[in-house]
């Protein structure tokens, strides 16, 4: 059974997080040590921006980095993240070797001993209770080969229905509204796009923190003369820019949305020439509106009125709009509803399927596009293609060489996968770069669902605070170590160049997969010795579906700095902008309106918690911290979580900036220090959600998930707050630790 780790302080200790300062043999003068460049992408966001690695002559390692200029989407630009992100190669917490639990935490294994008990434990906890009883998860950061050898995986070499991945806490909600309503689930959008529309919807996305790059579009479009709206319940910095700012209650975006497209059909603003020829379903939208009216959502939302009509009007009256929207709409339980009323809007405005219109979602994670593309979904098979569609079964079964009904049916997802742990129906769970600990609502529950497994295996390149919970930790590879392709936040397909090997030890993350396949009895469906056969099966796999990449290749990609898919044929272009003239991708070509309905968070406010809490992302930390956490410059920006707190909020509390409050909801109570400022409603309280254990904001987070999506409500939860007496034990613990010590540099290694 997967156990807790015996001694956090002696696992952290060993295996980090430490930071690290300085790059593979610290500072020195490049004339004295000859490197070249290796032009690639940055891992940490789903801009995937592109960046040059230096590489190291004589030792093969990455030392350092240089603008990429001519990549298209960046120009050269980075954000505090790219230009520290080669500081995680050779970094001192490196895995070096496959880990086995051992009395008093791990010891280091062969590859041969822990790929044979890995392979063993499954295989018998699958005789034993059936194929389901095992689960896979994957990560929305691989590469999309990556992706596509785990949905395999867990499909072929183990037969199981249950696989999914960290990207189901990404964009899952924005997938299940644009696939209906369009037939596809990507930007309907390339980014060149933002700065030629006059009028820019920004609807729960903090695009300076969370995707910096694309604030230079935004700046373009403002230069260019168009206007900027801004919907958050905090005065981002985004925002603070903002032509009209709407300060809305979290959890209630949908009411905003409803409003404005209310206000648009009742002054006569809607595009009906585009209705009548492009769409269906608007009679029933247009009738589910009306009882939205301005004042109505000002009580429920907390924005005036006027300034509900005043967006309205702007976007509605623009010759070309567009809307962009992320985390902070579908973090929800109605996240659905709430990018399908973004969709509703614009398609009622007619402003889609033209040059400087639009909708798109702003993808969170590095490859959050390709991951869900080809097959890691649990719902999914690659190309975009549903499991459960007959046609879809028979191609990707006759890709794979298997029968049609060999292929498992729909499983569960992430947070259902945790659940079924705990209902005793999962009893062994394989992960790869999913940090579920850091990253799940509740991490209580997911703590002691973790420790019920039977067994638990993990592959990847640093312990996560998930991995000290496994029974064997195999030692992949990083991002710069396998070759593969990414698919950006706007639909570009690029290029992730191998630049070095493995240390060590470590291995590439498919030799592993390959090698456990084999002995599973599986060997013949995973023949694969390079990158390049993966991806060639992959395209045909991916061939006429949605998502078709056979006509994408590396060279390819390399010559047009990115292909835009669907890419069907060798010389087809790609396709950057989707929904050209109103067409979809419904049989039919035409784009469907969908209802949406008002319901209530899943966590309400009441007089024992009366304040909302909601969480997100900071510039310097990406996800669950497990990478950014371990780079001195990024973790000295911001060191730790704290409470954003309104000033009025604060006074009736008599909390002080820099003083310890105790948040508490119905799961559990954090204590962190807080930070009043003027840049968030009174009524709420913001929390970033990179640190683990005691600093874990998500330790208070609920596990209410979407119907539709089944994505956690990350980002309304009720809470109440009090000022502490005293710092919490992990600080006290902490700030005696650090009496005197100095930070990890170098390739120091524990």
């Known amino acids: 059974m997967a156990k807790p780790p015996a001694s956090l302080r002696q696992l952290t200790s060993q295996f980090g997080p430490h930071l690290n300062y300085t790059p593979a043999g610290g500072w020195r003068e490049e004339s004295t040590h000859p490197y070249h460049l290796v032009k690639t992408h940055c891992c940490f966001c789903g801009q995937q921006c592109g960046i040059q690695l230096k590489v190291e002559e004589e030792n093969q390692r990455v030392i350092g980095f240089e603008p990429w200029e001519e990549f298209p989407f960046n120009r050269g630009m980075l954000c505090p993240k790219g230009v520290k992100r080669y500081l995680q190669s050779e970094h001192p917490d490196r895995l070096l070797d496959p880990l086995m639990r051992a009395e008093q935490g791990f010891r280091r294994a062969t590859w041969e001993e822990a790929l044979d008990l890995t392979a063993t434990r499954l295989r018998d906890l699958q005789e034993k209770y059936g194929k389901d009883a095992v689960a896979v998860y994957g990560g929305a950061s691989l590469t999309t080969e990556k992706t596509y050898l785990v949905g395999k995986f867990a499909r072929v070499a183990l037969g199981t229905r249950h696989v999914d991945y960290n990207g189901r806490l990404c964009m899952v909600s924005a997938g299940h509204a644009y696939k209906p309503a369009f037939g596809v689930d990507r930007s309907l959008i390339p980014w060149e796009d933002i700065p030629k529309a006059q009028v820019l919807l920004i609807v729960g996305a903090n695009i300076g923190d969370c995707a910096p790059i694309t604030t230079d579009y935004v700046w373009r479009c403002r230069d260019n003369g168009g206007k ?105 339980s109605k996240g659905v509803e709430n990018c399908t009323a973004v969709i509703n809007l614009c398609l009622a405005t007619g402003q889609i399927g033209r040059e400087g219109t639009g909708c798109s979602m702003i993808t969170g994670q590095g490859n959050g596009q390709g991951g869900r593309e080809q097959g890691q979904k649990c719902d999914q098979l690659p190309g975009q293609r549903q499991i459960d569609d007959p046609e879809a079964r028979r191609h990707v079964a006759s890709v794979w060489g298997i029968g049609e009904d060999e292929i498992p049916g729909k499983g569960l997802t992430a947070e259902e996968i945790m659940e079924a742990i705990h209902r005793g129906e999962i009893k062994g769970l394989l992960s790869m770069c999913f940090n579920p600990i850091v990253s799940l609502p509740d991490a209580n529950f997911t703590r002691e669902a973790l420790e019920k497994l039977e067994f638990f295996g993990v592959i990847d390149f640093f312990l996560s605070e998930t991995a000290q919970f496994a029974d064997v930790v195999l030692a992949g590879s990083l991002h710069e170590e396998e070759e593969g392709l990414s698919c950006s936040a706007e639909g570009r397909v690029i290029h992730i160049q191998k630049a070095v090997n493995p240390p060590g030890n470590a291995r590439a993350d498919c030799s592993i997969l390959c090698d456990l396949a084999r002995r599973l009895g599986k060997e013949k469906y995973f023949p694969f010795t390079s990158m390049r056969e993966i991806l060639d099966e992959m395209r045909e796999a991916s061939r006429g579906g949605v998502a078709d990449y056979y006509g994408i290749t590396y060279e390819k990609v390399d010559r047009q700095l990115g292909v835009f898919w669907p890419c069907p044929t060798p010389d087809h272009p790609g396709t950057p902008r989707l929904i050209e ?81 105790t948040v508490t909801t119905r799961r559990s109570s954090v204590t962190l220090q807080a930070m009043v400022v003027k840049t968030i409603r009174p009524d709420t309280i913001f929390i970033p959600y990179h640190w683990p254990f005691d600093r874990s904001v998500n330790r208070l987070t609920h596990r209410t998930l979407d119907p539709q999506s089944k994505i956690p409500e990350f980002k309304v939860s009720a809470c109440r707050i009090q000022k502490a007496e005293r710092p919490p034990e992990w600080w006290l613990e902490r700030e005696a630790e650090s009496n005197g010590s100095k930070p990890v540099e170098g390739r120091k290694r524990a």
């Open 228 to 332: 900027l709206i801004v919907v958050d319940p905090r005065l981002t910095p985004i925002a603070r820019n903002a032509d009209l700012f709407l300060p809305v209650r979290p959890g209630t975006d949908l009411a905003l949305l409803m409003a404005m497209l209310h206000v648009v059909l009742r002054d006569g603003l809607e595009n009906r020439d585009f209705i009548a020829e492009h769409t269906t379903g608007f009679e029933a939208v247009a009738e589910s509106v009306k009882a939205w009216d301005p004042r109505r959502a000002a009580e429920m939302t907390g924005v005036p009125p006027e300034n509900i009509e005043k967006a309205a009007h702007w976007f509605a009256k623009a010759e070309r709009a567009i809307a962009l929207h992320a985390r902070g709409i579908e973090h929800h």
């Open 581 to 661: 003239g109103g067409k979809s991708f419904h049989p039919d070509g035409k784009c469907r309106f969908r209802v949406t309905e008002w319901r209530p968070s899943g966590d309400p406010l009441d007089e024992n918690f009366p304040i909302l809490l909601t969480t997100g992302r900071v510039v310097s930390q990406y996800l669950s911290g497990a990478q950014t956490r371990r780079i001195g410059e990024l973790t000295d920006q911001y060191p730790n979580p704290r409470v954003e707190i309104h000033p009025r909020l604060a006074d009736q509390h008599g909390i002080r900036d820099g003083d310890w409050v």
